[in-house]
Nanobody, 127 residues
Framework: VQLQASGGGLAQAGGSLGLSCAAS????????MGWFRQAPGKEREFVAA????????DYADSVKGRFTISRDNAKNTVYLQMNSLKPEDTAVYFC?????????????????????WGQGTLVTVSS
């Protein structure tokens, strides 16, 4: 599967941005989807994930209540709505896909379990 992230840009603290990640290739609904981010000089970290069906979601504590992940399997797209942005949200944001190998597979926060990655989109939040 190929992933193309878009929607990054510049926002003020307290503002909002929405990210999209369009998938092409194999069946989109065969994948759990995640958003990760990497700030300069830091390791890539988990932000949010959604199960293949959209029925389960998970969020990092740092974004819980501010960010919302969703997906539209008919459009082969996963979204990340980011509200109440903070300067510490500044990073390159990556979408990623993890193949669903079991119907009971729990969604994961682990970078290493996601096989496919988009190119990243930069989000900059000014104070």
């Amino acid at each position: 599967v190929q992933l193309q992230a878009s929607g990054g840009g510049l926002a003020q603290a307290g503002g909002s941005l929405g990210l999209s990640c369009a998938a092409s290739g194999r069946t989109f609904s065969s994948y759990d989807m995640g958003w990760f981010r990497q700030a300069p000089g830091k390791e890539r970290e988990f932000v949010a994930a959604v199960s293949w069906s959209g029925g389960s979601t998970d969020y990092a504590d740092s974004v819980k209540g501010r960010f919302t992940i969703s997906r539209d399997n008919a459009k082969n797209t996963v979204y990340l709505q980011m509200n109440s942005l903070k300067p510490e949200d500044t990073a390159v944001y990556f979408c990623a896909a993890r193949p669903r190998r079991s119907i009971v597979q729990p969604i994961s926060r682990a970078v290493g379990l996601y096989d496919y990655w988009g190119q990243g989109t930069l989000v900059t939040v000014s104070s």
